[in-house]
Every structure is written in C-alpha cells, then in structure tokens.
C-alpha cells in the first residue's frame, strides 16, 4: 500500500502553467505505475497521464498529448505532472494513483490503480 500526497494545485489563467507533484511513501516507489487522473465537477474521473514501472514508457490523454508532461523522481518517492498551456476545461480536482501490477495496458484504467491521493484543485480562469 501507497500513501500518496498531492501538492502544487491552484488558480491560474488561461494560457498558464502549474506542475502538480505526488509523494508516495512506498520503500519501494520505483515499482509502482503511476497515473494522474481529474474530476471536474458532473463529470466522471478521467484519466490524464500514466508512467509506467516495468517499460518506463508514458501515456496521456488525447486532449492533454503535447501540453502536459508526467515524470518521475524515485529518489525522492515523487511523480511530476508539468501542466502547460492550461484551458478552462482543465479546470477540475486532480488525482495521483498508484499500482504495482505489471504491463502497460491498463494504465488509463481508474480501476487497475490500488491506492489513490486526496486530490488538488485545479482552476484555470479565462
């Protein structure tokens, strides 16, 4: 099990940047995938970005591919989501989650993921 903590949420204009950081308590951070998700309000959780524990590889949603980064440090236990470019529709809480299952394929899946943050407020304005 994974006790994860958001931080770095805000309020930020359109056309604007915000890097969200997740620490994990995990001794064994480094085998875990981890995925970035956001709930706006009405609306179900989605998945935004996931990183991979086995390939390394990464994985975004089409509306975010070019504007968002996630990266990891696991020396410091900590995955990184880089927003740029922010729009008002990015406005929502973001999720990080975590799980130590192998593969890649179900990385978007909400469900593969075991242990989950409380969530940060992001809110981009016009």
């Known amino acids: 099990q994974v006790q994860l903590v958001e931080s770095g949420g805000g309020l930020v204009q359109a056309g604007g940047s915000l890097r969200l950081s997740c620490s994990g308590s995990a001794l064994t951070f480094s085998s875990y995938s981890m995925g970035w998700f956001r709930q706006a309000p009405g609306k179900e959780r989605e998945f935004v970005a996931a990183?991979?524990?086995?390939?390394?590889?990464?994985y975004y949603q089409d509306s975010v591919k070019g504007r968002f980064t996630i990266s990891r440090d696991n020396a410091k236990n900590t995955v990184y989501v880089q927003m740029n470019s922010l729009k008002p529709e990015d406005t929502a809480v973001y999720y990080c989650?975590?799980?130590?299952?192998?593969?890649?394929?179900?990385?978007?899946?909400?469900?593969?993921?075991?242990?989950w943050g409380q969530g940060t407020q992001v809110t981009v304005s016009y």
């Open positions: 989650a975590a799980t130590g299952r192998y593969g890649d394929s179900w990385l978007t899946n909400p469900k593969a993921y075991d242990d």
């Open positions: 990183i991979s524990w086995s390939t390394g590889s990464t």
